[in-house]
Nanobody, 129 residues
């Protein structure tokens, strides 16, 4: 299983980026993709889940209305559109794969565990004020 993020960069407050996650080695159309971020000195935060089987989605409150997710099952690629960015959105953003949307949602809700996931190496997003 491999996941590779791209699309991060430096952007001004209010700007947008589109993060991509290229994947291989698993049944992309049947699994779920989670997006996470980690800022320096802070814990990793689950910000979104996308179930590729039925397009179920989840967003943490801090990004609702500003971030959206999509996937292309043919290309086995997931995307996270981040808009109306704020300085507090600055972090390394990770995509990760897991077998079901429920497991992603469970983790995002405070349960679950990180050990079942397959991770990319992350892409840096920096929002200047």
């Amino acid at each position: 299983v491999q996941l590779v993020e791209s699309g991060g960069g430096l952007v001004q407050t209010g700007g947008s980026l589109r993060l991509s996650c290229a994947t291989s080695g698993f049944d992309f159309g049947d699994w779920a993709i989670g997006w996470f971020r980690q800022a320096p000195g802070k814990e990793r935060e689950a910000i979104s889940c996308l179930g590729n089987r039925d397009n179920s989605t989840y967003f943490t409150d801090s990004v609702k209305g500003r971030f959206s997710v999509s996937s292309d099952t043919g290309l086995k690629t997931a995307s996270l559109q981040v808009s109306r960015l704020k300085p507090e959105d600055s972090a390394v953003y990770y995509c990760a794969a897991i077998r079901s949307f429920f497991l992603c949602f469970d983790l995002a809700s405070g349960g679950g565990e990180y050990g079942r996931w397959f991770w990319g190496r992350g892409t840096q997003v920096t929002v200047s004020s």
